[in-house]
């Protein structure tokens, strides 16, 4: 039986990495993309395919994506958008080139790195397209408008395209993680301080609670889980004859998607605010 094939992106860390060795083990060959050269050189010597693909750099996505088609023979079973960061921050405090800057990798860069996989799966006549959006997909967190706002977008642009594909053999996935153990807090932090001017914020004094959290290490988050939850979700999608369009991952993901189907959004809100 051929090998079958996946592009996952973000893989330097957390989620990729995980994803990158499960699915290595359960039989695939696995294109580990990340977006620093020498986290690729790093997976390249543990034995992986590792284009470069950088979200916000879209010839690093067209480059990547024919280094691997290059490699297979111009196939491609399945592509994993993982690849994304945090920019925390009051709204308000949010300039526009904060949300350009973010926009441009946790959306625009999915978008385009999927465009250009459509036309491979299609010619070939099979394909699976998981995105990894987030519980921050469903609800939203005060200090984190600018992740939110990417995976609402995200969540938008993923329903859209299944429902475009159900009549193809093409099929398109969410997975939402809740809590899970990765680096996006300390990744967060360069974005932070380059934006968000929070000592002259209105909320400067709001602010303490998001220092804590970004530059004290506390251990895990409540209900948070390792990265291999994730990945076991990714492998039942990507095997499943009939993938569900969402999957769940920690107990916060599913409370907030059951909150959010029952509760008026005031409720909701009181309910978030609580923590």
């Known amino acids: 039986m051929t090998q079958k094939s996946i592009l996952i992106t973000g893989c330097s860390s957390g989620i990729g990495l995980d994803a990158a060795h499960g699915l290595r ?33 879209p010839n690093s996505i067209v480059n990547g994506l024919a280094e691997v088609l290059e ?12 690849g994304a960061y ?3 921050g009051a709204v308000e405090d949010l300039p526009v080139g904060a949300l350009r800057a973010i926009f441009e990798t946790n959306v625009f860069g999915w978008h385009e790195l999927t465009r250009l996989v459509i036309p491979v799966m299609r010619a070939q006549g099979h394909g699976r397209i998981i995105n990894c959006s987030s519980v921050l997909g469903l ?30 053999a093409i099929k398109v996935i969410l997975i939402e993680p809740g809590p899970i153990t990765s ?46 939850a994730v990945t076991k979700k990714l492998l039942h999608a990507l095997t499943s004859p009939r993938p569900k369009a969402r999957y769940y991952v920690t107990t916060p993901t599913y409370l907030m998607g059951f909150l959010r189907r029952i509760l008026p959004t005031r409720l909701l809100d009181a309910v978030i605010l609580r923590g």
Not at 25 to 39: H, L
Not at 71 to 82: E, F, K, Q, R, V
Request: charged content about 25%.
């Open 86 to 88: 945090a920019c925390p």
């Open 25 to 57: 083990a359960a039989g695939w060959r696995v294109f580990a993309s990340c977006r620093q050269p020498a986290d690729c050189a790093r997976l390249r010597a543990e034995g992986f395919d590792s284009p470069r693909i950088d979200y916000a750099d």
């Open 71 to 82: 490699a297979t023979g111009g196939t491609l079973d399945a592509l994993y958008n993982n």
């Open 183 to 228: 680096n996006i807090r300390a990744n967060a932090i360069p974005h932070f301080e380059k934006w968000i001017n929070w000592q002259n914020s209105a909320r400067a004094n709001e602010y303490r609670d998001v220092l804590d959290r970004l530059y004290t290490d506390s251990g895990p988050d409540r209900f948070e889980l390792p990265a291999s």
């Open 139 to 168: 609800v939203a967190l005060k200090w984190r408008g600018a992740y939110v706002a990417t995976k609402f977008a995200i969540e938008g642009l993923t329903d859209v395209l299944r429902i475009e594909m159900t009549n193809s």
